[in-house]
C-alpha cells in the first residue's frame, strides 16, 4: 500500500509540473476566440507531447488497475479552439506505448482523444479528457471531430 500512496503523491506532483509547462504554450493562446491555425503554433511538438505525459500521470494515479495499463506516446492536435477566452478544446489522436489487452483501437495503437483545458485566474486546469471509441470510427479525416463520439474512457 505505501508504494502506491507514493506513486499517487509522485503523480499528483507530475501533474502540477506538466500543468505549469504546457501554461507556458498555451495562456497567450486565450487572447483570441476561434480555431487556432496550428501551423502557426510554435510549440506544437511541445504540447503534444506534455499532453502524453499529463495523460500517464493521470493514468499512473488511477484507481482502476486496468487504467494504469494505458501509456501515451503523444497526442497528435487536429484542432484546437479557444472558447470564450476561457476554454481550450483539444482534438487529435493518442499514440499508445502500451494499452491493456482487451483495449480494442481504430488502429492497433492509435485512439481519438478531446481534451478540455481552462483558464481560471491564470492557472490552467485539466478540466476533462476522453478517449477510445467503442465505435471505432475511421480516425484518418476530420469528420469525426464533428460527430458524435461512443467514448469509452472519461478521465
Same mark, same amino acid.
Given at each position: 500500500m505505501g508504494n502506491k500512496k507514493k506513486w499517487t503523491d509522485n503523480a499528483d506532483q507530475n501533474v502540477i509540473e506538466l500543468?505549469?509547462?504546457?501554461?507556458?504554450?498555451i495562456i497567450p493562446l486565450f487572447n483570441k476566440n476561434g480555431i487556432i491555425e496550428l501551423s502557426k503554433l510554435d510549440r506544437k511538438s511541445d504540447l503534444e507531447y506534455l499532453t502524453a505525459l499529463l495523460l500517464n500521470s493521470k493514468f499512473m494515479s488511477a484507481e482502476n488497475?486496468?487504467? *494504469? #495499463?494505458?501509456?501515451?506516446?503523444?497526442?497528435?492536435?487536429?484542432?484546437?479552439?479557444?472558447?470564450?477566452n476561457k476554454f481550450l478544446?483539444?482534438?487529435g489522436k493518442i499514440n499508445w506505448l502500451s494499452k491493456p489487452n482487451d483495449h480494442e483501437c481504430y488502429k492497433s495503437y492509435q485512439d481519438p482523444f478531446y481534451g478540455l483545458f481552462k483558464i481560471d485566474n491564470d492557472q490552467i486546469v485539466f478540466a476533462e479528457a476522453m478517449f477510445g471509441?467503442?465505435? *471505432? #470510427?475511421?480516425?484518418?479525416?476530420?469528420y469525426w471531430i464533428e460527430s458524435d463520439m461512443n467514448w469509452m474512457y472519461e478521465l
Open positions: 500543468l505549469t509547462k504546457i501554461s507556458s504554450i488497475k486496468n487504467e *494504469r #495499463n494505458f501509456g501515451a506516446d503523444d497526442v497528435i492536435i487536429l484542432k484546437l479552439e479557444i472558447e470564450k478544446k483539444y482534438w471509441d467503442y465505435d *471505432r #470510427n475511421d480516425l484518418d479525416g476530420q
